[in-house]
């Protein structure tokens, strides 16, 4: 843990970088994910420009200070015991432009508003994105997707900022794009903003695929409990869910933890649970299947922090 004179210390040097507001000390994480989940951050910060990013990141190494980059929560369980260091939040990093059939978008903005956004210009591609509650930042991070489309099917480029803080433009042929993977947390890259190159359609056309979709998830996926979304990947010929429900594991619970009797591939937070509670029902999840199927279930979500 990071002494008190330490954390004023650091408090004063991010104040003069970003806003006071924009600066939180000992901030509650389960406050920032789905799952409502999460320990404590030493630092919670939320710049507002990409020089405020680059310094922080700048910052953070100079003061060898831990950093972590936290999306808007929807893929991910922060640990019990919460995070040390710097977590850095772009959620004010949310701007979406249209110019002719490109829409450029901030990290932090939310791609289901990209996607209301492209409807809004007749542009089509991103409905497949309509109900992923994640942040443009997270999508790209994970190579996103939902119902046969993915973000590598619609991503032209992306500004970046390196783990030295310096900001890179890359294609998206150079995020080595593939099922729910990119290369962007090995090379320590933060998304800044994205551009995607999308086709002009019929508004009624892709407002009806949308309306699908939102359809198809609301009905199917339990979304009066706090999740973390789909918490394994598919494995390939199988669908995690089958498996999970074939395994006569929906419904078991572990504290306050469930898989989800509305969709097995779902684990929600039914009554306060604790990250912990929530970790041990996903091994049980996958031991069982393992056991039952000998097939090795991979998580999809990210789990971060300490215990």
């Known amino acids: 843990m990071i002494c008190v004179l330490t954390n004023h210390h650091m408090y004063d040097k991010l104040i003069q970088i970003t806003a006071k507001s924009n600066v939180m000390m000992n901030e509650l994480l389960k406050d920032h994910t ?7 951050a030493d630092f919670y910060v939320t710049p507002e420009t990409y020089n405020q990013v680059q310094d922080i990141i700048k ?15 929807s893929n991910l369980i922060v640990k019990d015991g919460g995070i040390r260091g710097i977590v850095m939040n772009l959620q004010k990093l949310a701007d979406i432009k249209t110019v002719g059939n490109t829409m450029i978008a901030g990290s932090g903005a939310r791609i289901i508003d990209v996607s209301r956004e492209a409807l809004k210009e007749k542009l089509a591609g991103l409905e497949f994105a309509c109900g992923i509650p994640g942040s443009v930042g997270g999508a790209l991070f994970m190579n996103a997707g939902a119902y046969g489309g993915e973000i590598k099917d619609v991503l032209k480029s992306t500004v ?23 290369n962007i947390p090995d090379n320590g890259y933060i998304v800044l903003e994205a551009t995607f190159t999308l086709e002009h359609g019929d508004y009624d056309a892709i407002k009806g695929i949308m ?28 669908f995690a869910g089958k498996l999970i429900q074939d395994s006569e594991l929906q419904g078991k619970q572990i504290g306050g933890a469930q898989v989800s009797l509305k969709h097995a591939g779902f684990i929600v937070n039914r009554d306060n649970a604790t990250a912990k509670e929530y970790i041990a029902l996903i091994h049980f999840v996958q031991d069982t299947v393992k056991e039952r199927f000998d097939i090795n279930l ?3 979500v990210k789990i971060i922090g300490e215990d």
């Open 34 to 40: 789905y799952t409502r989940l999460g320990g404590k």
């Open 59 to 73: 910052l953070a190494n100079r003061e060898n200070i831990a950093f972590t980059m936290l999306g808007n929560g």
């Open 160 to 182: 970046v900022v390196n783990r030295e803080g310096e900001i890179l433009t890359l294609t998206a042929d150079q995020l080595d794009l593939d099922y729910r993977t990119s």
């Open 211 to 238: 309306d699908d979709l939102t359809n198809r998830r609301e009905t199917k996926q339990p979304l009066e409990y706090p999740s973390c979304g789909s918490v394994f990947k598919r494995p390939p010929g199988y």
């Open 298 to 300: 991979e998580r999809e």
